[in-house]
């Protein structure tokens, strides 16, 4: 691997799908964690739109180092759906169906 400077990776498993096995570079951010999804573009033989292939990060066995959390990718097949952020305020929508003001629902 060539010298990236003060850009850091760190050499990341990927586990099936059609990467099963592979191991590849991943830029890590300021707090040293790879992303939690990496996306793959795949370009269809024909022109048309990429297929985009899905992978979730998830820990690895315990590795030697304790403290030090390593990661690798599992394959997401219905990975177009991103999960949505949960904001310790927010509740869920439990909104009966009538009006708001309505008291008979």
Request: charge should be positive; hydrophobic fraction near 25%; glycine fraction near 14%.
């Amino acid at each position: 691997m060539s010298d990236t400077g003060a850009v850091k990776s760190e050499d990341t498993p990927f586990e099936g799908g059609p990467m099963d096995g592979r191991v590849l570079p991943v830029l890590v951010g300021a707090t040293g964690h790879p992303p939690k999804t990496y996306r793959i573009p795949v370009p269809a033989p024909d022109g048309g739109p990429p297929t985009v292939l899905v992978y979730r990060r998830v820990p690895r066995s315990a590795g030697t180092r304790i403290g030090f959390a390593r990661w690798k990718y599992a394959y997401d097949p219905d990975g177009g759906e991103r999960p949505r952020r949960r904001w310790p305020w927010s509740r869920p929508d439990t909104t009966p169906g009538g009006k708001p003001d309505d008291a008979d629902g």
